[in-house]
């Protein structure tokens, strides 16, 4: 009989003992973790920075128990994601492949929903936003629209080019996210240590739990609620869908686990030539292989719920307690310029300068949103192709670069007729919720991979199986809520 994880066609996993994990202590941290920090800045240029402003200003502060809720679940799945990286070297949509019933029916549905969700350059539209706002201190209008366009496109472009150079590109997207993370949560803990009063802090801590100090009473869903707007919420609070299970990619290339035996995508400049296994690795579970997980589970903990978990809390509730304390109450401000909002909002309170300060900080966010959008989609059509046709890569002579970079212009050239097709804000609406549907499916699905392929001592425990179900539940809720809406 064929192993389970070959079952679908794929080539079975090697044997192979489980590198050593390292084992840093204070400031080694820092160089250890490393796809965390990605998926936090991900995960700050969407959600946080934009539709849970949108949401809090509209509706209040108590729907932060949505946020709450939506990474916790989220630094379970990335968690798992991770399990299944660290134990094989592949990334998990590899695994979903394993499956049946094919591998062609996944790698189809998780394309096509990549494509769903992230396949629209909404950031480098919002930041396009920002950057007019910078440059001449007001809202665009529609009027602006053209000239909108070419700034989103000149920089959509500029993070194509980005993604040339390097050595390996998963490092020059952590080096890129830490200096986005501490830039940007400085910046914004600075500005709400400034403007923001005691009682809104209040609020937003109660509001965790879906207690609305206003009303002196819970309030977990408003009356006349958006529930696209709410859904999306739940969609990016914290990354989002198909991005998330991107990150599974990013630890194979930083090495965790079995990622080490297996290679990584370099860059086009400055790289050279790796080469990447198609199929991984399995180790035997024995007393010394199972010391060597546990000190891998170690660093994971440390990046999901030391880096992602508290970074992705802390880029929702500041951005939150800002935007409700500078703009009024019930104000819709999904349109054009929802990325300057809060530029406009805190120069209409300390000066231009100040609000060109934030400006710059969204236009920076933003852009670097949409360059790690751009990476994570290419990345996860590439490991799909390579991991799913011989005859790509024979066509590649081996060398995964020419698949990524094939991904890479194809994507391009998508992006400059997708700009045109709608406001960015629709977009990310859109992104959104298609995110909270992938979540529903994706959740189960890993917990089918890592209980039916991986080795039984390697299973998640029962707490988290059913932290799994309990996500497809809560994300399945408001994917329903959203579409029937729209009926």
Not at 21 to 37: D, H, I, K, T, Y
Not at 56 to 68: N, P
Not at 237 to 253: E, P, T
Not at 364 to 392: A, C, P
Request: glycine share 12%.
């Amino acid at each position: 009989m064929s192993s389970p994880e070959s079952r679908t066609g794929l080539d079975p996993w090697v044997r192979a003992d489980l590198p050593e994990a390292p084992a840093p202590r204070g400031l080694q941290w820092l160089s250890v973790v490393g796809p965390g920090v990605i998926v936090l800045g991900l995960s700050i240029g969407g959600g946080e920075f934009l539709l849970g402003p949108a949401a809090f200003v509209r509706y209040g502060l108590s729907l932060l128990w949505i946020t709450l809720v939506s990474v916790f679940f989220q630094t379970i799945f990335n968690t798992e994601l991770m399990r299944y990286t660290v134990a094989t070297g592949e990334p998990a949509f590899t695994g979903f492949m394993r499956t049946r019933p094919s591998r062609g029916f996944w790698a189809w549905f998780y394309a096509g929903m990549y494509f769903l969700q992230t396949g629209w350059p909404y950031s480098a539209g919002l930041s396009a936003g920002a950057i007019f706002f910078l440059f001449t201190g007001r809202i665009a209008a529609p009027a602006d629209s053209a000239l909108l366009y070419y700034v989103a496109a000149g920089t959509f472009l500029l993070c194509i080019a980005l993604l040339l150079v390097g050595r390996r590109i998963e490092r020059t997207l952590e080096l890129l996210n830490w200096v986005m993370v501490v830039v940007i949560l400085g910046g914004f803990l600075a500005l709400a240590l400034y403007f923001v009063p005691s009682g809104t802090w209040l609020s937003a801590g109660v509001g965790l739990f879906g207690f609305d100090r206003s009303t002196g009473a819970f309030s977990f869903l408003p009356g006349n609620a958006d529930f696209q707007l709410l859904a999306a919420l739940a969609g990016y609070s914290g990354a989002g869908g198909m991005v998330n299970i991107a990150l599974s990619s990013w630890a194979r290339d930083k090495g965790y686990g079995m990622g080490e035996r297996v290679g990584y995508i370099p860059a086009a400049v400055g790289g050279h030539k790796v080469k990447l296994a198609h199929a991984g690795f399995i180790f035997e579970p024995d007393a010394e292989n199972m010391r060597r997980w546990r000190g891998w589970w170690r660093i994971v903990r440390a990046d999901q719920w030391g880096i992602f978990f508290a970074g992705a809390m802390l880029g929702m509730v500041l951005p939150a307690v800002l935007y409700v304390t500078l703009l009024p109450a019930g104000t819709n401000i999904q349109g054009l310029g929802i990325s300057a909002a809060l530029a406009s909002g805190v120069g209409s309170r300390a000066g231009a300068v100040l609000g060109g300060v934030v400006a710059a900080l969204g236009a920076w966010l933003l852009f670097k949103t949409q360059l790690d959008i751009i990476e994570s989609m290419v990345r996860s059509l590439t490991d799909i192709l390579w991991t799913g046709s011989h005859r790509v890569r024979a066509w590649a002579g081996d060398d995964v670069r020419f698949v990524y970079y094939g991904a890479l212009a194809v994507v391009c050239l998508w992006g400059m007729v997708a700009l045109r097709l709608a406001q960015p804000i629709v977009l990310i609406m859109l992104a959104a919720n298609v995110a909270a549907v992938v979540f529903t499916v994706a959740s189960l699905h890993l917990l089918y991979v890592n209980t039916h392929l991986l080795p039984r001592e390697l299973h998640p425990p029962l707490w988290r199986r059913a932290a799994l179900v309990a996500m497809a539940v809560f994300y399945g809720i408001f994917a329903t809520l959203s579409i029937r809406s729209l009926l």
